[in-house]
């Protein structure tokens, strides 16, 4: 139980262009996603917190409006990187608690890079 | 917020030896711990967590972690370890009633045959 996916596993994309990246928990209901990125060789940085039918919570230095989230449902959220840039390459992973869980699963990462 | 201290980010051992990595953290109030580990291209998977009572946890794969209060400490520990534990290592923390994870930066494990 608790299995978390990650769709696109990878991504490339131009300069500029938007990219989605989805999130579901596969065997579970889960009201809070969280949405972390991870540069190589370094620690995963917590982006925010992506709540179930409400606005998510972003951490500081984190652009909302560069990186919009959208948990429509209890076992979909939703990452977009909105106009990327070079910079915005990274790996994104994605985790999740279950409903009673304190225990947060993790996808498999979807890696971006932008030219 | 709490932040969470990792040392010795490579550490390099042979077959059968003695792992353990050190996990600080900081913050003063309840807290619940983990350990992840990063297999090479795969996902974080839990090893084992600490959420009261006992602070000898026992995880998978033979590994244990102990939870020294006193020294703000959740080290990880193998007695023997094998080719497949090189991975990438991951303590993590999040203050009780707060699911927000903090993590430490990693060990990057390598375990010659």
């Known amino acids: 139980g608790a299995v978390v996916s990650q769709h696109p596993s990878r991504v490339i994309c131009k300069s500029g262009t938007s990219v989605k990246i989805e999130c579901r928990s596969l065997?579970?209901?889960?009201?809070?996603m969280f949405w972390y990125r991870q540069f190589p060789k370094q620690s995963l940085m917590l982006m925010a917190t992506s709540n179930e039918g409400s606005k998510a919570t972003y951490e500081q230095g984190v652009e909302k409006d560069k990186f919009l989230i959208n948990h429509a449902s209890l076992t979909l959220s939703t990452l977009t990187v909105t106009s990327a840039h070079p910079e915005d390459s990274s790996f994104y992973i994605c985790?999740?608690?279950?409903?009673?869980?304190?225990?947060?699963?993790f996808g498999p990462g979807t890696r971006l890079l932008v030219l | 917020a709490q932040s969470v201290s990792q040392h010795n980010h490579h550490v390099i051992l042979s077959e059968a030896a003695s792992l353990e990595l050190g996990c600080n953290y900081s913050y003063g109030g309840t807290v619940n711990l983990f350990w992840y580990v990063q297999y090479p291209g795969q996902h974080l998977q839990l090893l084992l967590k600490?959420?009261?009572?006992?602070?000898l946890v026992k995880g998978i794969k033979g590994f244990e972690a102990e939870f020294i209060k006193s020294k703000f400490s959740f080290n990880l520990r193998k007695p023997s370890v094998q080719w497949s534990d090189t991975a990438e290592y991951f303590c993590a923390v999040n203050a009780e009633g707060n699911n927000r994870l903090a993590f430490g930066k990693g060990n990057q494990v390598v375990v010659i045959p």
């Open positions: 065997d579970f209901q889960a009201t809070t």
């Open positions: 985790s999740a608690f279950g409903t009673g869980k304190r225990t947060q699963y």
């Open positions: 600490y959420f009261s009572g006992d602070p």
